[in-house]
């Protein structure tokens, strides 16, 4: 049986990565989802989760910066186009929620959903 880590490392289909902030709260959220493809998918929910990462614990998990999810998504081998800190820091700045945007490995994206006004 291979493990979570193992399973992103080995990966040959990109990894669902979502990273975002709650403008209510202020806090930060990362996960790492396992590909829908994966043979051992169903043991796997996520490879990552700000939820369980017990570095976290002593803000429940909720960072106010997306700074520290860029070094363990890193050290998952996983390869997160800049473009994606990028907007969401801008998205924080603007005190922007809801807006969900896809981005490809060479760093173009597009929205998929905006806010609701």
Same mark, same amino acid.
């Given at each position: &049986?291979?493990?979570?880590?193992? @399973?992103? *490392? $080995? ?23 396992? #590909?829908? +493809? +994966?043979? =051992?998918? #169903? ?7 700000? *939820? =369980? =990462?017990?570095? *976290? ?6 960072? $106010?910066?997306? #700074?520290?999810? $860029? !070094?363990?998504?890193?050290? *998952? ?6 473009? &994606? ?5 801008? +998205? &924080? ?12 490995? +060479? !760093?173009?994206?597009?929205?998929? @959903?905006?806010?609701?006004?």
């Amino acid at each position: &049986m291979t493990t979570r880590r193992q @399973r992103a *490392l $080995k990966a040959l289909h990109p990894t669902p990565i979502e990273s975002n902030r709650n403008a209510q709260e202020g806090s930060c959220h990362s996960t790492a989802s396992c #590909d829908a +493809d +994966d043979e =051992d998918a #169903d043991e796997c929910e996520f490879v990552y989760s700000n *939820l =369980d =990462d017990p570095k *976290l614990a002593s803000c429940y998990g909720l960072p $106010k910066s997306l #700074d520290y999810f $860029k !070094g363990v998504l890193r050290g *998952l081998g996983l390869q997160v186009p800049a473009s &994606m800190f990028e907007q969401s820091e801008l +998205d &924080m700045l603007g005190n922007v929620g809801n807006r969900c945007v896809s981005h490809t490995a +060479d !760093g173009q994206f597009a929205c998929a @959903r905006t806010p609701l006004s």
